[in-house]
């Protein structure tokens, strides 16, 4: 898979130049820089808000600035909620019964709070005369709009999900964590609570006096609130990666372990989310210490810059484009599935787009093949019982009788607009370069094998049956979603072609081939790109915009649209081949 070392970066970052801003670390060393800030505070009565993202641990974050700072009074948000019952019956329209699938929340934080306890704590809060006052937790920034000092606890998506998976947090105003199925938590953080904390969020960054990072349990970092808008500031005017993560699953290969340089001793890793901005981390570099903060915080600071005005008009602060990793080399077949089309994605869920999506063969091997599209002359109605009776204990579903494979090799895109039947079949590693509706993947069959958890994976059959193209045959496909690549320009050096995505998906790609330079402009709209050929390349501005970006094989970045001009060649160990690009962008 390599012929030389893995140089894949792990850990890419943003160093924030032109900084005085130090990282403050450990318990006590946090504690007391707070205290000295609250000391030198003015007035008689000081109020100091600790605002928190769900998947913070409380319990460690108490137990220290609690108990280590002196507070004359001390509110937890949670006890001015609703009740647990009472909230369970507020997000439930949104949560449903529904093992996998909710519905984005329109609710706020303001809707969890009970209002009389409120009225009461305000009263409470402006007879008292002096001394220090700390409220903590959700919704903290919505009890006292005259608090003297504001803290945000800000955390990763994925440090969350690895957190639901030990149940050591629960979702917000809720003891639940020791759910049996942790993927419940999961689901209620996707459509409500991270939606809900997010609405928060956005209306807080320019009041934060300190971000607090707990992502690393027992080891918090405070920095001031103005250093990471400065390191936001600073990451949006340049090309930049956010931090990637992998995981296992029970169709996971090879490749990612020696390409990527991961844990060899881990049986297989299947994903990388090396671009969903909503599920990635953004690391920010100050002196010789690291931040970590979700990499939607860049999103939503910075919309109009990282995005451009087209694509921000459409998509609002959302990131639009997702570019993962599925590694199915030495493994096997990923589920059979479908996705939905954008009307019901929009009334069944809430999501104004779907997930579109295409298949790249960063590497294949020799028996790699897709299932994309039907077979010719099926019939619905059978394909469809095959599936109810063998997700019944019947006998396996015959795939290949209803679905149509394709051989597929390095180098190949395979083009999959929503309502098209497909997966990778084994020995496949695939670039999935999609929409970002995230989770809405209807699963109709997964070869009657057990997830990591040993328990059946969640099957769709009847949300799969309601959006299935059944005219997307084997004809059609091949005409349509096989390879369908062309040459645009070439020059010195270089050849530019167009391979996706088709006339259903609003996002373009184009590969680059080159031995040379070549010249790209982000046109007013963000770029993101991966090396899929060759070992190494640079990625600079002309006018000297920002400093040279160095990329590495099979790494995924991201070029805002305020960029404007760069180009990408050949550099150090990339500099003796052929290097490719593969580059996704929104259509005009």
Not at 50 to 77: A, C, D, L, P, W
Not at 138 to 154: E, K
Not at 325 to 336: E, I, V, W
Request: net charge negative; proline share 5%.
């Amino acid at each position: 898979m390599l012929s030389n070392p893995s140089y894949f970066n792990l850990k890419p970052f943003t160093e924030v130049k032109n900084s005085n801003f130090r990282v403050t670390k450990g318990w006590k060393p946090v504690c007391e820089k707070l205290k000295r800030i609250i000391d030198s505070l003015s007035g008689n009565k000081k109020i100091i808000v600790i605002e928190t993202y769900q998947g913070v641990i409380h319990e460690e974050v108490m137990e220290n600035i609690r108990y280590r700072t002196k507070f004359k009074r001390f509110i937890n948000t949670v006890d001015i909620m609703l009740s647990q019952d009472e909230i369970t019956r507020l997000v439930y329209p949104d949560v449903t019964d529904d093992p996998l699938f909710g519905f984005m929340t329109r609710l706020t934080m303001n809707d969890y709070f009970d209002p009389e306890k409120v009225r009461a704590v305000r009263k409470d809060l402006n007879e008292i005369p002096e001394g220090v006052i700390l409220i903590y937790g959700y919704g903290a920034s919505l009890i006292s709009q005259d608090y003297d000092l504001l803290v945000y606890a800000d955390m990763a998506r994925w440090e969350i999900q690895l957190r639901m998976r030990k149940h050591l947090v629960d979702n917000i105003g809720l003891t639940n964590r020791d759910c049996e199925d942790w993927g419940l938590l999961y689901k209620q953080g996707f459509f409500v609570d991270w939606r809900v904390c997010d609405r928060l969020k956005k209306q807080l960054f320019d009041k934060w006096d300190f971000l607090l990072d707990t992502n690393i349990q027992g080891e918090p970092k405070l920095i001031e609130g103005k250093a990471v808008m400065k390191g936001l500031q600073q990451t949006v005017r340049k090309p930049f990666s956010v931090v990637p993560y992998f995981d296992q699953g029970p169709w996971g290969g090879q490749w990612m372990k020696e390409v990527c340089g991961l844990d060899k001793s881990s049986p297989n890793y299947a994903w990388c989310f090396n671009c969903v901005p909503e599920e990635n981390s953004l690391l920010l570099k100050f002196g010789d210490d690291m931040i970590e903060i979700p990499s939607i915080d860049l999103v939503f600071r910075h919309p109009m810059e990282l995005l451009g005005d087209n694509v921000y008009r459409r998509f609002g602060d959302e990131f639009p484009i997702r570019f993962d990793f599925l590694d199915t080399m030495k493994g096997g077949n990923l589920s059979l599935q479908v996705h939905p089309l954008t009307e019901y994605i929009r009334k069944n869920f809430g999501m104004d787009y779907t997930q579109d999506e295409s298949y790249y063969l960063v590497d294949a091997g020799e028996d790699a093949k897709v299932y994309l599209g039907l077979r010719e002359d099926i019939d619905p109605d059978a394909m469809i019982a095959g599936l109810k009776a063998a997700q019944a204990g019947g006998p396996p579903f015959n795939a290949e009788r209803y679905v149509q494979t394709w051989p597929v090799k390095k180098h190949d895109h395979m083009l999959i607009p929503a309502g098209t039947v497909h997966c990778s079949g084994k020995n496949c590693m695939v670039l999935e370069i999609s929409a970002t509706p995230y989770i809405f993947t209807f699963k109709l069959w997964d070869w009657g094998r057990m997830g990591l958890d040993g328990k059946p994976r969640p099957i769709n059959i009847e949300h799969g049956r309601n959006v299935i193209q059944w005219d997307r045959t084997a004809a059609w496909t091949k005409q349509n979603l096989v390879n369908r690549i062309e040459k645009i320009a070439e020059g010195n050096g270089w050849i530019e072609e167009r391979t996706g995505l088709h006339e259903k998906e609003f996002i373009e790609t184009r590969r680059h081939r080159f031995t040379g330079k070549v010249e790209h402009d982000t046109n007013g709209t963000v770029n993101v790109i991966c090396l899929v050929g060759g070992d190494e390349v640079i990625v600079e501005s002309p006018e000297e915009l920002f400093e040279p970006f160095i990329v590495h094989y099979a790494e995924v970045f991201i070029v805002p649209a305020c960029t404007g001009r760069y180009s990408i060649r050949p550099y150090g160990k990339g500099k003796s081949g052929t290097c490719i690009t593969i580059k996704a962008y929104v259509r005009g």
